[in-house]
């Protein structure tokens, strides 16, 4: 083989190898465990507060990985969680941010008909670093903004994991 074809054929096996490095992904996401801790710290900080809410955890794709309702939470609670959870998993955003877009922003109105979306204050992203991988839903407390505290609270309690 000459030396300009041998050198065409190494740029050609390059660019393919880059090519399918490219084409794969390496993403984080929510462990069950993770999961599992920010519902436990969110209705722990709910429930000190005296409300009665459940939290649901989502993963980066929108899938339920946990799920606690406090006792006397009601059970409308449950679906307003896992909801806002999907929501913000999907957004990438805060609920709380996505209503205040859709109320103030006429093309965005039809958020609100997405199959699955809540578009409700109370659903907080989980990130490491700018990463999403995943987010918490809340629902019971006496308005959207106490149930994203909660949410944050929640978070918080496992800063140090979201590293």
Do not use: W
């Not at 006397?72 to 205040?100: C, D, F, I, W």
């Not at 997405?114 to 989980?126: C, E, R, T």
């Amino acid at each position: 083989m000459k030396f300009a074809a041998k050198t065409s054929l190494l740029a050609l096996s390059l660019i393919a190898t880059a090519a399918s490095a490219q084409a794969v992904r390496t993403e984080k996401n929510m462990s069950l465990d993770l999961a599992n801790q920010i519902a436990a710290a969110t209705v722990a900080s709910c429930s000190a507060s005296g409300y009665n809410v459940t939290a649901a955890v989502v993963d980066r794709a929108g899938s339920l990985r946990a799920l606690q309702r406090a006792d006397n939470a009601g059970p409308h609670t449950v679906g307003a969680a896992q909801g806002k959870a999907y929501t913000s998993a999907s957004a990438r955003n805060t609920t709380a941010a996505m209503l205040e877009n859709v109320q103030k922003n006429p093309g965005a109105a039809t958020l609100v008909d997405i199959p699955g979306f809540l578009v409700l204050g109370g659903g907080v992203p989980v990130k490491v670093g700018n990463e999403v991988i995943g987010a918490v839903g809340v629902g019971g407390a006496p308005g959207g903004h106490l149930d994203e505290q909660c949410a944050n609270a929640g978070i918080a309690k496992v800063a140090e994991l979201l590293k």
